[in-house]
T-cell receptor, first 109, second 113 residues
Framework: RKEVEQDPGPFNVPEGATVAFNCTYS??????FFWYRQDCRKEPKLLMS???SGNEDGRFTAQLNRASQYISLLIRDSKLSDSATYLCVVSGGVYALNFGKGTSLLVTP | DVKVTQSSRYLVKRTGEKVFLECVQD?????MFWYRQDPGLGLRLIYFSYDVKMKEKGDIPEGYSVSREKKERFSLILESASTNQTSMYLC????????????FGPGTRLTVL
């Protein structure tokens, strides 16, 4: 079973739409959770950390469900500039992070 | 801001050549990582280092070695490059503790002919 699983998409949504991504993880002992954003031919960059109580950063909301071992990312009022691949990331062993393969989002005019 | 730099953005090498990819970080981070990223396969960890002269194998270490002689620098070595090592190589660093965010360099797109 893969450590972190995401729907690869692509998700094609119109500007202004709300879109949600989920990912599931297999290691119940994981302690840290992140969403990264990766633009085409660029390096991954941290979008936001995910906290147990859920957290919001502007149009972005992240939720963690430890019992079901899944993480979600909600994007409200989508912008063209939100088009990217979103990577779900979960802490693994002592040093490593486990990266999902990413979900591709395309926001269209 | 944390800065992670990689020696080359694009590199073209021939089969059998020895290839060095260099990574430097300026935030005094203890941990450094080398990944490769291929379409459909996502990020795969090759090697990581949690201290100077310390290294650990990741998920796909075969055909690679690493060197960390100074805290800020982590090198990836392809002893004898092969065509299946054509890929995007990404270096990352993070502060002490496996729960911390990783900061990535811009990547090196390596083509082996």
């Amino acid at each position: 079973r893969k450590e972190v699983e995401q729907d690869p998409g692509p998700f094609n949504v119109p500007e202004g739409a709300t879109v949600a991504f989920n990912c599931t993880y297999s290691n119940s002992a994981s302690q840290s959770f992140f969403w990264y954003r990766q633009d085409c031919r660029k390096e991954p960059k941290l979008l936001m950390s995910v906290y147990s109580s859920g957290n919001e950063d502007g149009r972005f909301t992240a939720q963690l469900n430890r019992a079901s071992q899944y993480i979600s990312l909600l994007i409200r009022d989508s912008k063209l500039s939100d088009s990217a691949t979103y990577l779900c990331v979960v802490s693994g062993g002592v040093y490593a992070l486990n990266f999902g393969k990413g979900t591709s989002l395309l926001v269209t005019p | 801001d944390v800065k992670v730099t990689q020696s080359s953005r694009y590199l073209v090498k021939r089969t059998g050549e020895k290839v060095f990819l260099e990574c430097v970080q300026d935030m005094d981070h203890e941990n450094m990582f080398w990944y490769r990223q291929d379409p459909g396969l996502g990020l795969r960890l090759i090697y990581f280092s949690y201290d100077v002269k310390m290294k650990e194998k990741g998920d796909i270490p075969e055909g690679y070695s690493v060197s960390r002689e100074k805290k800020e620098r982590f090198s990836l070595i392809l002893e004898s490059a092969s065509t299946n090592q054509t890929s995007m190589y990404l270096c990352a660093s993070s502060p002490l503790g496996g729960r911390a965010e990783q900061f990535f360099g811009p990547g090196t797109r390596l083509t082996v002919l």
